[in-house]
């Protein structure tokens, strides 16, 4: 059997990404270790398991199981607050990961690689640089190329198989010479692309990232406290003066109300930058749950109520009957029936439940021991359930029967 791709494209991608996470977790207790980054690869084994029950079995209950065995594994196995942490952290994203792919159509980016993915790891990438986090760094500038080719795989594979699922009917479709075309001109992309990662890191480019970074923080404070009159508070550094001559110099401290104004501004932004993160997660769960109320009565996880199929209506030139009036029953099925739920209604002794069977229900009424009971039900039973219909003198008995009882 051949394996789905796009299925392995989105493993990776899950597991690029709760990795890249892990680590970035790991980092805020110091600079990445070798152990830490080989304990975050450990990652790659419940993730595979998660992803093979998914697949293979589409059981939430094994997916809960074995979840929670392999986090509690991860769990007890690190050393460190951090590590547990990142651990913890992880485990709540892959399973609401696992939830938005169910109740979603998996066309999201959470769940197959995209190129806005690449954000999260620019992300964490300016997060070590500013931070100075070298091996993380390190390690997410391989990550970010491995996810950019995951995904220019995962879109040239959608986009091929979209090709091929409007053009399937055409006669003469050339589907293997696009395939080995494609497989040439992708072939020589991703090339080129990998050899873009190789010299990228020889160039000097974090460098470069560190100076326009420098650069905008200090346009920005300098911004606020030349209001003020003052100049920059940042103390330049000398390597970056000779390179960029159009860098200002040394600043003198700004005033006190400014340096008051810069503490509550930090705190205003840290209290905008949670209730943000607070705001998003809400917004994601409440989408989960509205897809999945959407969606419960296609995947199977509700008792679909399907309404019978009405025929089309017929027109006709006849003059049509004279319908019965409301209260008027039309067959004599339908007046037994009547009779048979009147006369229990009359004679019930406790309240009926929806789940009571025909037994249970005469039970109720007091019906059971009464003589003449069994034809009594079971004139009933042929109304009710009975390919005949039920003639006159059947209608004369139930009648007879209910005035009896």
């Known amino acids: 059997m051949k394996p789905d791709l ?18 970035m977790i790991l980092s805020f207790g110091g600079d990445i270790t070798p152990l830490q980054f080989t304990k975050s690869l450990l990652l790659f084994i419940p993730i595979l398991l998660l992803y093979w029950i998914v697949r293979r079995f589409k059981s939430l209950f094994l997916f809960a199981v074995s979840g929670a065995a392999s986090l509690a594994v991860l769990y007890f196995s690190a050393s ?22 169910r109740a979603g159509s998996g066309e999201s980016m959470l769940v197959r690689p995209s190129y806005a993915g690449l954000l999260v790891f620019a992300g964490i990438y300016i997060y070590a640089l ?3 986090r070298s091996t993380l760094g390190r390690i997410i500038c391989i990550s970010t190329g491995v996810y950019w080719l995951l ?17 399937e009917k055409l006669h003469r479709f050339p589907g ?7 497989r040439i001109a992708l072939g020589g992309f991703c090339a080129l692309i990998t050899a873009g990662m190789v010299f990228l890191p020889m160039s000097g480019f974090d460098k470069i990232l560190k100076r326009l970074g420098h650069l905008f923080l200090n346009m920005i404070r300098k911004l606020l406290a030349g209001l003020g009159g003052a100049e920059e508070m940042i103390p330049d550094e000398p390597q970056m003066a000779e390179q960029m ?11 006190p109300i400014w340096q008051t104004l810069f503490q509550i501004l930090e705190k205003v932004f840290i209290f905008l930058f949670l209730a943000a993160s607070v705001y998003w997660v809400f917004r994601i769960l409440y989408g989960l749950y509205k897809k999945y ?10 008792v679909e109520f399907l309404s019978p199929v009405k025929g089309d209506k017929k027109e006709s030139l006849k003059r049509e ?25 009359s004679s019930m002794e406790q309240k009926i439940k929806e789940a009571f069977t025909p037994e249970q229900i005469e039970e109720a009424a007091g019906l059971t021991n009464a003589e003449g009971v069994e034809e009594f039900h079971g004139i009933y039973e042929k109304a009710r359930y009975g390919k005949e219909d039920c003639g006159q003198e059947e209608w004369g008995r139930m009648k007879e029967l209910g005035k009896r009882l």
Do not use: M
């Not at 293997?176 to 494609?182: Q, T, V």
């Open 293 to 302: 109320h959407e969606t419960a009565f296609t995947d199977g996880d509700r």
């Open 130 to 132: 500013a931070y100075h």
């Open 6 to 23: 796009l299925v392995i494209y989105r493993f990776f991608h899950t597991f690029l990404l709760i990795d890249s996470l892990a680590l």
């Open 151 to 167: 995904t220019i795989l995962s879109e040239n594979r959608r986009s091929l198989l979209k090709l091929y699922e409007q053009n």
């Open 80 to 101: 460190t607050i951090w590590e547990r942490g990142a651990f913890t952290v992880c485990g709540v994203f892959l399973v609401l990961l696992y939830f938005f792919e």
């Open 321 to 345: 009957r004279r319908r019965s009036g409301l209260f008027s029953a039309r067959s004599l099925g339908e007046k037994i029936r009547r009779c048979y739920k009147k006369k229990i209604e």
């Open 176 to 182: 293997n010479r696009i395939a080995e075309g494609n």
């Open 245 to 255: 001559p159009f860098f200002p110099g040394e600043f003198r401290e700004a005033w």
